[in-house]
């Protein structure tokens, strides 16, 4: 019985997966993960009370993969700088995924404080990275440094996500790789050469 609902759980959450591909935060719904796992409406709720519990039990699944995701593009490369372009450019391919842009969008409209903790944490991880990385680069404040990358890397996903909803005039030949090249270029050289 126990792996039955393990097996439910698994399905309902690969539902979601899709429903978020697919539509975004308004597609996630009660009715659509019943109609896409061919559970009842009411046994949807046997396993997530609200679609926040649902956001929740991915991010705990999700965000670890996809932390673990950049931490191993990280550790593949030699040097501290091809590390630092690693942490850029794999964050900025991860927020290019739909799902992984709703996921974001409603944990932040929709979990609790201890969930956003927890996702903070797993986050922290990766800026750990960075700072070493800082650090084998002999930055004189590499704390400062990890939070102000932190900075350039959200800024990118924002241009990205502008450039992709046609939001910007005059940007539209800034392709998703420019992005991610003039990114890394602000991140390990400032802004003389970005």
């Given at each position: 019985m126990a792996e039955h609902r393990q097996?439910?759980?698994?399905?309902?959450?690969?539902?979601?997966?899709?429903?978020?591909?697919?539509?975004?935060?308004?597609?996630?719904t009660f009715p659509a993960l019943a109609a896409r796992t061919?559970?009842?409406?009411?046994?949807?709720?046997?396993?997530?009370?609200?679609?926040?519990?649902?956001?929740e039990a991915l991010c705990e699944v999700d965000f670890p993969l996809w932390a673990a995701e950049i931490e191993a593009g990280m550790e593949s490369c030699d040097s501290a700088a091809d590390r630092i372009e690693a942490?850029?450019?794999?964050?900025?391919?991860?927020?290019?995924?739909?799902?992984?842009?709703?996921?974001?969008?409603?944990?932040?409209?929709?979990?609790?404080e201890a969930a956003r903790e927890r996702i903070r944490a797993t986050h922290g991880k990766l800026v750990g990275l960075v700072v070493r990385a800082l650090e084998d680069l002999g930055h004189a404040q590499p704390r400062l440094a990890a939070a102000l990358l932190q900075g350039v890397v959200e800024a990118a996903v924002r241009r990205a996500e502008q450039v992709a909803a046609g939001g910007r005039a005059g940007c539209a030949a800034e392709r998703p790789e420019l992005i991610a090249d003039a990114a890394v270029a602000m991140a390990l050289h400032g802004l003389d050469r970005a």
């Open positions: 097996l439910q759980r698994a399905a309902l959450l690969d539902a979601a997966r899709t429903l978020l591909t697919e539509g975004g935060m308004e597609a996630l061919s559970l009842a409406r009411s046994s949807v709720y046997e396993y997530f009370r609200s679609r926040a519990a649902v956001v942490y850029v450019r794999g964050q900025l391919a991860l927020a290019a995924d739909p799902r992984h842009r709703a996921v974001v969008a409603i944990s932040a409209l929709e979990l609790d």
